[in-house]
């Protein structure tokens, strides 16, 4: 079982910058793919980035590409998001979620995740 606590979300500028912090419980963190998804008011939850339990692969959604970087630190059983560059249209609550698996596939689906954080808000004005 794992716990998801995400922290650093606020209020930014267009082209400013955020660190998303999710912090996990448990003693097996780093058996755990990690992955951030958002969801904006009105639409659907989306993918945005996800990275392997070594931290070695990484992939993102287009939209964010270039913008953000997912990183973790297995040691402290915390998985970030750098976001840079932040649009309007980044403005989402943004969850943090994870699944035990070694699988070196990419997972970008809701589904495939089975724990998930209770999200932080994420606001960028113009």
């Known amino acids: 079982q794992v716990q998801l606590v995400e922290s650093g979300g606020g209020l930014v500028q267009a082209g400013g910058s955020l660190r998303l912090s999710c912090a996990a419980s448990?003693?097996?963190?780093?058996?755990?793919?990690m992955g951030w998804f958002r969801q904006a008011p009105g639409k659907e939850r989306e993918f945005v980035a996800t990275?392997?339990?070594?931290?070695?692969?990484?992939y993102y959604a287009d939209s964010v590409k270039g913008r953000f970087t997912i990183s973790r630190d297995n040691a402290k059983n915390t998985v970030y998001l750098q976001m840079n560059s932040l649009k309007p249209e980044d403005t989402a609550v943004y969850y943090c979620?994870?699944?035990?698996?070694?699988?070196?596939?990419?997972?970008?689906?809701?589904?495939?995740?089975?724990?998930w954080g209770q999200g932080t808000q994420v606001t960028v004005s113009s």
């Open positions: 979620v994870a699944v035990g698996t070694y699988s070196s596939a990419t997972y970008v689906h809701e589904y495939e995740y089975n724990y």
């Open positions: 448990g003693r097996t963190f780093s058996r755990y793919k």
């Open positions: 990275i392997s339990w070594s931290g070695g692969s990484t």
